[in-house]
């Protein structure tokens, strides 16, 4: 099993395309088509959803293919953030509605483009007071809330009737630019990291995996999702053939946190509990073992699409693996050496077959097979002595009385 080779040039590409393809949740299709013709471009054979969710598979190796094993499966996300008219207001300014769990802080200020059944314009999003000419030092009593935003088109509009005129209509989706930039000392800093640097890295090393025709001991399904952001994701693509699935996620950077934009973040915990024991730690030992940093971590408020597929009732092991980046779901940072970790990391992955030998089976019949945690040194209660009962008695039945 080898360290393979990423094409850093390819991964830098690819995120810099997927960047500039709109995909709020519920807007998908067109990174969908963008993402099949990355795999096709492979020759990796893939199905979809009917939404259009992407489940590629890299297929076992021959002699592998004789044998019986589980499969695994690797799931990053295509949506992103963004927002939906909520109200054509009699201005002719636009009241929206988060697509996603996101601030109105980060939105605030953003250029974005609107979807029109048939046509598009493009547009700002203010605060309520937005000149500091006229508001003064009102502007900064503004609390941070949905509420306080609003969509100024850059259209001839003063009216409802205008922006109605231009088919503009309620639950048109608003999507926010990306703005990538990348910079010579290979920082990228963009909108929507979360989760295309993910995918880019996936894309990346599937592409290592096939150009070096590589074993694979165990059918890896790819699996690309459209609605994480809104917190279903993988609850409906994971086959009951798979029996570990590591979701490819940001690793949010801040004070407290174990996240860094250097080496690969290894999340232990997210706020769907502990992550599989086993899985977490070989992925560790595989760092460990062939020289690609790492970070440990744990987080607070994050669900992924690996906690979405136990959610669905999946008998799986899960694992996360992050881009370290700061600054999530604003404008993020992160830079290139991470996801090329990232990539190495999957393609060793994808090259170790299961984690555990038992994993082979659906179900165990006895604890015989069944894993270990914790050694028997670990398990060696601590011998702590303590005094007979009887003897404290009549110890302190012969302690002289406290003088009153």
């Known amino acids: 099993m080898d360290k393979l080779r990423i094409d850093a040039g390819y991964l830098k590409t690819t995120l810099l395309e997927l960047l500039a393809i709109p ?164 920082y990228v800093v963009s909108r929507h990291l979360d989760d295309k640097a993910g995918v880019a890295a996936v894309l990346a090393a599937m592409k290592a995996v096939v150009d070096a025709g590589a074993r694979v001991p165990m059918d890896c399904h790819a699996v690309f999702t459209l609605t994480e952001e809104v917190g279903s994701g993988a609850r409906a693509v994971i086959m009951d053939d798979v029996s570990e699935v590591i979701g490819v996620d940001i690793g949010p950077v801040a004070a407290g946190q174990g996240a860094r934009e250097h080496g690969v973040t290894i999340p232990l915990m997210d706020s769907a509990g502990p992550h599989d024991y086993h899985l977490t730690r070989r992925l560790l030992k595989l760092c460990g073992d062939h020289g690609i940093p790492f970070n440990r971590d744990v987080f607070r408020f994050y669900h992924s699409d690996a906690g979405a597929a136990v959610n669905a009732g999946r008998d799986v092991r899960t694992a996360l693996l992050c881009f370290g980046a700061d600054a999530s779901h604003g404008y993020e940072r992160t830079h290139l050496s991470v996801l090329v970790h990232l990539a190495e990391l999957l393609t060793l992955y994808i090259q170790s077959g299961p984690t555990l030998a038992e994993d082979r089976q659906e179900m165990l019949d006895s604890v015989e097979n069944f894993s270990h945690q914790l ?19 009549q110890l302190g039945a012969q302690k002289p009385a406290p003088d009153v």
């Open 375 to 393: 050694d028997a040194d670990q398990l060696q209660q601590v011998d702590v002595p303590r005094q007979d009962v009887g003897d404290l008695v």
């Open 23 to 186: 995909s709020p949740t519920g807007l998908t299709d067109e990174v969908v088509h963008y993402t099949g013709s990355r795999l096709d471009a492979m020759g990796v054979p893939y199905e979809l959803t009917r939404r259009g969710t992407i489940r590629a598979i890299l297929r076992r190796s021959m002699p592998e293919r004789r044998k019986s094993s589980p499969a695994c499966a690797i799931v990053s996300h295509l949506d992103t953030l963004g927002a939906m008219v909520r109200e054509i207001k009699p201005n002719g300014r636009l009241a929206l509605m988060p697509v996603g769990t996101w601030s109105s802080r980060w939105a605030e200020g953003g250029r974005v483009t609107l979807f029109m059944e048939n046509g598009r314009c493009r547009g700002s999003v203010l605060p309520l007071l937005a000149s500091g000419h006229v508001f003064n030092e009102a502007i900064d009593t503004q609390p941070v809330s949905w509420d306080q935003l609003e969509l100024r088109i850059d259209e001839p509009v003063s009216s409802a009737a205008d922006v109605l005129a231009l088919g503009i209509q309620i639950g048109d989706f608003v999507a926010f630019d990306a703005n990538p930039e990348w910079l010579p000392n290979d």
